[in-house]
């Protein structure tokens, strides 16, 4: 069946560095535009980076261009957030997100808390 299994949240100072994956199976990976959003408390979801299906194109929310960087690995059917300079405002759940044509797919969310 149809899984995305996101990993490396945690706690991380202010200024740290966390690198998310989310591990893809059960349907053509390459295939699909790949997304990370993220759902701080109270907040509504956002989109935070989007690759397209081979990688060339990327999109970052401006509260975190400069600092992550989305890619993917299309042999490993895996997605990457690498976040550095990390801030308490990044603290959420962060999720991935796949996409082709009217398939839309969500993993179950990995915890990311920023603080001191």
């Known amino acids: 069946q149809v899984q995305l299994v996101e990993s490396g949240g945690g706690s991380v100072q202010p200024g740290g560095s966390l690198r998310l994956a989310c591990a893809a199976s059960g349907f053509t990976f390459r295939w699909y535009a790949m997304s990370w959003y993220r759902q701080a408390p109270g907040k509504e979801r956002e989109l935070v980076a989007s690759?397209?299906?081979?990688?060339?194109?990327?999109k970052y929310a401006d509260s975190v261009k400069g600092r992550f960087t989305i890619s993917r690995d299309n042999a490993k059917n895996t997605v990457y957030l690498q976040m550095n300079s990390l801030s308490p405002e990044d603290t959420a759940v962060y999720y991935c997100?796949?996409?082709?044509?009217?398939?839309?797919?969500w993993g179950q969310g990995t915890q990311v808390t920023v603080s001191s």
């Open positions: 690759i397209t299906t081979a990688g060339g194109s990327t």
């Open positions: 997100k796949a996409v082709w044509g009217g398939n839309v797919y």
